[in-house]
């Protein structure tokens, strides 16, 4: 890294889930942004950093030594036709927020994704979150639709505004097309 103050942005390794999961559990116990309503174990998340290798990029910064936040890609549904959408998702630190981080985190990411010929990048946010909703339409999301009322934490429902980003043009990428049966 250049300096103490600069973020190094890299692909997450088995050793960050343990930091990952101190920045989501957070969110999980003081906000409304995760639907969990329990802090999640590290076996859990190390199952879901597994099946999402080689198809699905997970993102930290790092900051001396120190993950701060991070960003990661899934499956949008598990039908085929969806896999050329993935789901996005970027959780900060609190002493992160508000310095460009989640901005680095999220522009690395998409730009990882269309390089794996993904077509469409899709942003749940629980409303309200000025923060991320502003973060996603300034990298070029567009807002697509809420659900009202779509989930009960911390004794309110919630809505849940989608945001799409397309990522790429024309047709499907044959190398993500899904094998023939038989």
């Not at 936040?69 to 609190?94: I, N």
């Not at 690395?108 to 409303?127: N, R, V, Y």
Request: charged content about 20%.
């Amino acid at each position: 890294m250049e300096s103490s103050d600069t973020w190094k942005i890299r692909s997450a390794r088995i050793g960050d889930l343990a930091s990952i999961l101190e920045v989501l559990n957070g969110e999980i116990r003081t906000s409304a942004s995760n639907f969990h309503w329990e802090p999640r174990p590290l076996k859990e998340l190390e199952q879901e950093f597994r099946s999402a290798e080689g198809c699905y990029p997970w993102l930290v910064a790092e900051l001396d030594g120190l993950v701060g936040g991070f960003a990661k890609a899934s499956a949008f549904r598990p039908k085929q036709a969806y896999d050329w959408t993935a789901e996005v998702t970027v959780y900060l630190a609190p002493n992160v927020q508000g310095k460009g981080v989640g901005r680095a985190l999220y522009t690395s990411l998409l730009e990882q994704l269309k390089d794996l010929g993904f077509h469409l990048a899709i942003g749940a946010i629980t409303q309200p979150n000025a923060a991320s909703e502003g973060l996603h339409q300034a990298l070029g999301f567009h807002l697509v639709g809420v659900l009202r009322e779509v989930g009960w934490k911390m004794d309110a429902w919630h809505d849940v505004a989608y945001w799409a980003k397309q990522l790429s043009q024309g047709p499907a990428d044959d190398r993500r097309l899904p094998s023939a049966p038989g």
